[in-house]
Nanobody, 122 residues
Framework: QVQLVGSGGDLVQAGGSLRLSCAAS????????MGWYRQAPGKQRELVAAMGDGGNSYYADSVKGRFTISRDNAKNTVYLEMNSLKSEDTAVYYCNGAGTYTGSYYFQGDYWGQGTQVTVSA
């Protein structure tokens, strides 16, 4: 059974940092692109960051320079380092696996983590 387990969400003050993790099991995701999405209350889910199997990455304009996506293929885990957090970053964050990244567009894969809540207080 393929599972993605997201963790690391928390309540943090504006300007603070968090690192989200997404640990995969049941499938080797090292040859796939991975992504992080977020969904704020009343808004659509949006792509935040993605990374191809070659290490190339994509960031939404709203998080460029503040968020960093990385992966540890030996641990089958993808991370999202979030710095200089703002209240507008408050959302449930979901990892997505087995996607495709063309270098300019991320096509989401079939596997989703359960979501981890990030709350940034002003």
């Amino acid at each position: 059974q393929v599972q993605l387990v997201g963790s690391g969400g928390d309540l943090v003050q504006a300007g603070g940092s968090l690192r989200l993790s997404c640990a995969a099991s049941g499938r080797n995701f090292s040859i796939d692109a991975m992504g992080w999405y977020r969904q704020a209350p009343g808004k659509q889910r949006e792509l935040v960051a993605a990374m191809g199997d070659g290490g190339n990455s994509y960031y939404a304009d709203s998080v460029k320079g503040r968020f960093t996506i990385s992966r540890d293929n030996a641990k089958n885990t993808v991370y999202l380092e979030m710095n200089s957090l703002k209240s507008e970053d408050t959302a449930v964050y979901y990892c997505n696996g087995a996607g495709t990244y063309t270098g300019s567009y991320y096509f989401q894969g079939d596997y989703w983590g359960q979501g981890t809540q990030v709350t940034v207080s002003a």
